[in-house]
């Protein structure tokens, strides 16, 4: 399985972006999918993921009506639209499978092992 995110860049504050998750290898249905983030010396933090069954999302109260998490099933992709973006939300932004499909669990006290396919990521940068 093979994970490849894209559609980071520059925006300004207030801006919107939607970041891509493409999955090969694999069929997205199969697994949960979490969205990631670590910000410049902070660690790697969870924000948002999704079950597959019934579509249905957790997220982190730091991203709560700011971030949606959508799945395209017809081109094996998942989609974080990133809404009215400040400059703390400045980091690297990742997606992970993880193989309960309904196994969607994200935030503190969550391990990042729970997920086992990682992209590469994909920078997101805030400033005016």
């Known amino acids: 399985l093979q994970i490849v995110e894209s559609g980071g860049g520059l925006v300004q504050p207030g801006g919107s972006l939607r970041l891509s998750c493409a999955l090969s290898?694999?069929?997205?249905?199969?697994?949960?999918i979490g969205w990631f983030r670590q910000a410049p010396g902070k660690e790697r933090e969870g924000i948002l993921c999704a079950n597959s069954n019934d579509g249905s999302t957790k997220s982190t109260d730091s991203v709560k009506g700011q971030f949606i998490i959508a799945r395209n099933r017809a081109k094996n992709t998942v989609y974080l639209q990133m809404n009215s973006l400040k400059p703390e939300d400045k980091a690297v932004y990742y997606c992970?499978?993880?193989?309960?499909?309904?196994?969607?669990?994200?935030?503190?006290?969550?391990?990042?092992?729970?997920?086992?396919?990682w992209g590469q990521g994909t920078q997101v940068t805030v400033s005016l």
């Open positions: 992970a499978t993880e193989p309960d499909k309904n196994g969607c669990l994200i935030g503190p006290g969550v391990p990042l092992v729970k997920y086992d396919y």
């Open positions: 290898g694999g069929t997205l249905d199969r697994y949960a």
